[in-house]
């Protein structure tokens, strides 16, 4: 959908949205594309559990459970961090879905793709598929790789949040010759990123793509954090557009899309696709 504003038309900049936060309420955006190829990967080789790792307001570790639940898979949530009880509403919500915790404190957690902690894992829970934290891996990533094939207008560059690289390394891949994706950390310091997509298209694809780039300078402080400017925005594009922008992840890529429109680095005369990889979500 395009959606109008004044701010990019003065500019020469057209604006259009791709909307994956409206995939479904309980498996939304990113998360239903990451999860889809690990879990029918899962089923494939007669899995009947799944685990994997989350922090304790993990999108995809309550995106897994509901997924999980839907399909009748037993889900494992490996959570970051000491247990905390009563359960804040993000895992009270996993668990209401069926899926079972367990904590591994944080330095174990850093180490959480080491063989011997998974192996330990598997000692206590037996048999399970593993899907990695944010579910980046090559099966999450061909699951990105999707979104814009349900793209019919044509664009120039597509602009998408990033956190773990997965959902940039996947639309990259697919892009036609001629277009450009950029991709927006919503880390501090997310220079990292870049050989972190490399080596997810490397694993996914057998080679990297050289038509994206990453902005490193509109993570407003680092992960999570908000400043009253990025609300601002949040609330001002909430009158315009009647759309509720996730702020962890979507608004900051949408606050470094207008601002690269202003300054002229998105050129005039180009359009520009919007992935809104999820919606704004809380309790309730
Ligand atoms: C709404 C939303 N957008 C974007 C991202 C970033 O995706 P990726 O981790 O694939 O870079 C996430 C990550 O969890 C997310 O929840």
């Known amino acids: 959908m395009e959606l109008g504003d004044d701010r990019l038309a003065r500019r020469g900049v057209r604006l259009l949205a791709k909307r994956d936060d409206l995939i479904s309420d309980e498996v939304p955006g990113n998360k239903w594309r990451k999860l889809k190829y ?4 899962a089923s494939a080789r007669g899995a009947s559990t799944v685990l994997t790792f989350g922090g304790a307001f993990s999108n995809h570790i309550r995106a897994t459970a509901a997924a999980g639940n839907l399909l009748g898979l037993a889900t494992i949530g490996v959570i970051r961090g000491e247990e905390r009880l009563p359960l804040n509403w993000s895992l009270a919500s996993a668990t209401a879905r069926g899926m079972h915790l367990t904590y591994l404190d944080r330095s174990t957690y850093r180490r959480k793709d080491h063989p011997e902690v998974v192996a330990d894992l ?5 048999d399970f598929h593993l899907i990695p934290e944010g579910g980046s891996n090559p099966a999450g990533i061909r699951g990105c ?3 814009l094939g349900e793209v019919d207008e044509n664009f120039d560059v597509v602009c998408c949040a990033c956190g773990t690289g997965g959902t940039l390394a996947g639309i990259a891949a697919a892009l036609r010759p001629g277009q450009r994706a950029i991709g927006f950390s919503a880390l501090k310091g997310g220079r990292f990123l870049e050989q972190v997509v490399v080596d997810l298209q490397r694993a996914t694809f057998g080679r990297p793509t050289d038509n994206w780039r990453i ?5 407003f402080g680092g992960f999570a954090k908000k400043s009253p400017e990025l609300q601002h925005f949040i609330d001002d594009f909430a009158e315009r557009h009647g759309i509720l922008l996730e702020p962890v992840y979507v608004a900051k890529m ?3 899309l207008f601002d690269l429109a202003r300054c002229g680095a998105i050129r ?4 520009v696709l919007a992935v809104i990889t999820g919606p704004a979500e809380g309790p309730g």
Do not use: K, V
């Open 254 to 256: 949408m606050y470094g």
């Open 268 to 271: 005039p005369d180009t359009t």
């Open 122 to 126: 598997r000692r206590r829970f037996g």
């Open 215 to 219: 902005e490193c300078d509109f993570h």
């Open 38 to 41: 690990n879990l029918t990967d």
């Open 145 to 147: 790789a999707e979104i």
